[in-house]
């Protein structure tokens, strides 16, 4: 207790000397930006409003990823060695190498963002019919408040095995035993369907993000809209296909986008259910490996840098995207 | 509200008992199906768990949690007792607040500036900054920390001086790159008319900024600070390594993490434990949902 005593002007500092130092910023340097003068204003203000944004991943993100290029050309001693790191990750195709990792992020890739934009946009929308919404929300939303490793300890109820004479304890194969009548599975072991069990149980936690961000951006769509839409006679289906998604088409760009990303970057949930093995290995997991256990900073790097590489065709999708945005302003 | 509750009642109100008004009222009954139904399944896991931390260790084991919904109950609250009984919780969720709640106001303040000058100001390489922006989101975090923590060292900015301040701008530098992109991506689809009749009204940027775009992104400042806290709050990684392990600066997770590991076989206490850690996010969740309305924008680009 005298410890939470202890603490308590560090938190009203955090609460009020954090928000009262940012907005004295930029409060300040838009006094600095009228002392020039009309002409020049608009081209110095921006850097104003995003520069500490530039600084703060400057400093997490870029110059770590910098280095993380120069390392993926080196050796464990600093040696440059070309494209050795690369060609030891990329060689031995289809087995060898990151590719049961490649192949396995494919899988992610198409599946998990497909399911969770399906599931947030049906479930926005269709929560956003009901009187209830914000109780079912919740719900919905709540494995997103559980830590990984809760989450781990969710699905090994859910996916635990024990052999066809004893009882089962999983519901799973509960299911599949009393139900199919078909032997009990070991679902996490199993290479057949061990990545798709990972991949549900990582749907399952990440869907009430999509739902929120997409229910969000459905709130922004003006009721009287939907009325006149409705007015003229147009069924709900309509109003969806025709209304509804186009307005909602970038923010779906954006969860999209961000999936897509959490698809290649997919960590938790294979490192504490499988930690890669029974040829689970995903991209992400394979660089934590090679870089904290097997001592082969050359190789982990080469893996995150392929995993940067394959975000590129995201980005031109989002750059044709502002601009069809920009045009139509 | 009201007054579009009344134009829905007229549109959709048929004759009871005509055919339109039966076809109305499945359409109804299925959509309240389709909507329970498919929370009800979505709920299944959790209830495994919820139903298993009040059970005892050797049944968890032997028979399936539905087992435990049917007479005779043996329901028990040990593992509960043991988590709490456990020391530090108290204080390590002290500790939680203390590293969340910084670590989500900066980095939402930090986007919303950002995110609007990427939205409405003009200037060169906009576009590529922003999409450099949105790969940073790619960056496995794991790489980062080695070359960060060195730096934090050669500058003094450890624990033992700066308390938090380390884990807070950690957490800022790996949280902006969503955060701009989901602001940005709000703010892009306010209405034009609405900053060409403040810039004829001759409001300043800090007027445009405080006055207009704020309030009405209202709902995606709420998602973004949901989940910039749940993110910290759930964090193990990033606190273990710039906040380490000692008992009295661990937050919730670095806590539960040790409590599990030092009980040896301790995983069926997190049973417990992951029902405890969840409350305070649910709550922040519960407490913001209210933000999530319909209207906001209704009215404001009229007059």
């Given amino acids: ?329 | 509200m009201t007054a579009q509750a009344v134009a829905r009642e007229e549109v959709v109100r048929a004759p009871a008992w005509s055919p339109a008004w039966i076809s109305q009222r499945l359409q109804k009954v299925l959509l309240h199906v389709v909507v329970i139904g498919l929370t009800a399944a979505w709920m299944v896991p959790a209830i495994a768990l919820f139903t298993s931390s009040f059970r005892h260790f050797e049944d968890i084991n032997s028979t399936g949690w539905w087992t435990a919904l049917a007479p005779p109950f043996k329901f028990t609250v040990d593992n509960y007792a043991k988590v709490l009984s456990s020391g530090n919780l108290g204080h390590s969720i002290f500790n939680s607040f203390m590293i969340s709640i910084p670590a989500t106001v900066i980095p939402t303040t930090i986007a919303a500036f950002a995110a609007y000058a990427f939205a409405w100001m003009k200037f060169p390489g906009r576009n590529y900054l922003f999409l450099a922006l949105v790969a940073l989101l790619a960056v496995p975090l794991q790489l980062t920390f080695v070359p960060v923590l060195k730096t934090y060292v050669s500058v003094g900015l450890v624990p033992q001086n700066w308390g938090f301040v380390g884990v807070w701008l950690a957490h800022t530098g790996y949280g902006l790159p969503f955060a701009v992109y989901l602001l940005a991506n709000f703010f892009r689809a306010l209405p034009s008319d609405l900053f060409e009749s403040a810039e004829i009204d001759g409001a300043g940027t800090l007027t445009v900024f405080f006055r207009i775009v704020l309030p009405l992104s209202v709902p995606a400042i709420a998602s973004l600070v949901i989940f910039q806290f749940l993110w910290v709050w759930n964090d193990l990684l990033v606190a273990l390594i710039y906040v380490g392990g000692t008992e009295n600066v661990a937050p919730v997770t670095v806590t539960l993490a040790n409590l599990s590991n030092s009980l040896g076989q301790g995983w069926h206490l997190l049973t417990a434990a992951a029902f405890l850690s969840m409350i305070i996010p649910l709550v922040v969740f519960i407490s913001l949902q209210r933000y999530f309305v319909r209207g906001i924008l209704a009215g404001s680009v009229k007059g």
């Fill in chain 1, 1 to 329: 207790m005298d410890l939470l005593i202890q603490d308590v002007p560090t938190l009203v500092f955090v609460v009020v000397a954090v928000p009262a130092v940012l907005a004295i910023y930029i409060v300040g340097t838009e006094y600095l930006v009228r002392l020039l003068p009309d002409k020049q204003r608009p081209r110095v203000r921006p850097w104003f409003w995003v520069g500490p944004a530039l600084v703060f991943v400057t400093a997490f993100l870029v110059l770590p990823a910098l280095g993380t290029v120069v390392t993926s050309f080196q050796d464990h001693d600093g040696n440059f060695i070309g494209l050795l790191n690369y060609q030891r990750q990329l060689g031995d195709f289809p087995t060898g190498g990151a590719w049961i990792a490649i192949r396995n992020n494919v899988y992610w890739l198409i599946l998990y963002t497909l399911f969770v934009l399906f599931f947030g946009l049906i479930l926005a929308v269709l929560f956003d019919r009901v009187r209830y919404e914000s109780i079912v929300k919740s719900f919905i939303f709540m494995p997103m408040a559980i830590s990984s490793v809760a989450l781990a300890v969710i699905w090994g109820f859910m996916y635990s095995y024990q052999p066809a004479d004893a009882p089962q304890t999983g519901t799973l194969n509960f299911i599949v035993v009393n139900v199919f009548h078909q032997a009990p599975k070991t679902w996490l072991s199993d290479p057949t369907v061990n990545n798709f069990a990972l991949i549900a149980a990582a749907i399952w936690g990440i869907t009430g993000f999509a739902m929120v961000i997409l229910s969000a951006a459905l709130k922004g769509i003006p009721g009287e809209l939907l009325e006149a839409a409705r007015v003229d006679g147009a069924g709900e289906l309509t109003i969806f296909r025709r209304v509804i998604f186009p307005l909602m088409m970038p923010t779906v760009v954006v969860v999209g986008t961000t999936l897509v990303i959490f698809a290649l970057k997919a960590f938790d949930v294979v490192y504490v259910m499988t930690a890669g093995n029974f040829q689970t290995d995903v991209l992400a997991n394979r660089m934590y490996k090679l870089l904290y256990q097997s001592d082969n900073p050359g190789g982990a790097s080469a893996v995150a840098i392929i995993l940067l590489i394959a975000v590129v065709p995201v980005l031109i999708f989002n750059l044709r995207q502002f601009r069809a945005v920009e045009a139509r302003r």
